[in-house]
């Protein structure tokens, strides 16, 4: 299983983008998914998180409101909107896949990883 993150870049605090991450050679729906993220000198941290079927999703209360995660089977894709956007939200921004049904919220449930994006919000 591979992950590709893509999407990051500079935003001015307020500002919008979408961060995609897609999955090649495993079976997708199989898979619950995570975005986390990681500035310098922090910890890696739990953002959103979607279930094998979409249905279900949970956030981070950092980021409650303002960002949406979402996935797409048929494209082997897992979305990540984020508005409203703050200085606070810089970090390098992970994808991750985790083989079973729920979200989980501790890196250490994944199974796999992609190689990360850079988010950077100018005040």
């Known amino acids: 299983v591979q992950l590709q993150a893509s999407g990051g870049g500079l935003v001015q605090a307020g500002g919008s983008l979408r961060l995609s991450c897609a999955m090649s050679?495993?079976?997708?729906?199989?898979?619950?998914l995570g975005w986390f993220r990681q500035a310098p000198g922090k910890e890696r941290e739990f953002v959103a998180g979607i279930d094998r079927s979409g249905g279900s999703t949970f956030y981070a209360d950092s980021v409650k409101g303002r960002f949406t995660i979402s996935r797409d089977n048929a494209e082997n894709t897992v979305y990540l909107q984020m508005n409203s956007l703050k200085p606070d939200d810089t970090a390098v921004y992970y994808c991750?896949?985790?083989?079973?049904?729920?979200?989980?919220?501790?890196?250490?449930?994944?199974?796999?990883w992609g190689q990360g994006t850079q988010v950077t919000v100018s005040s």
């Open positions: 050679e495993g079976t997708f729906s199989m898979y619950s």
């Open positions: 991750a896949a985790r083989f079973g049904f729920s979200i989980a919220t501790m890196p250490r449930s994944y199974d796999y």
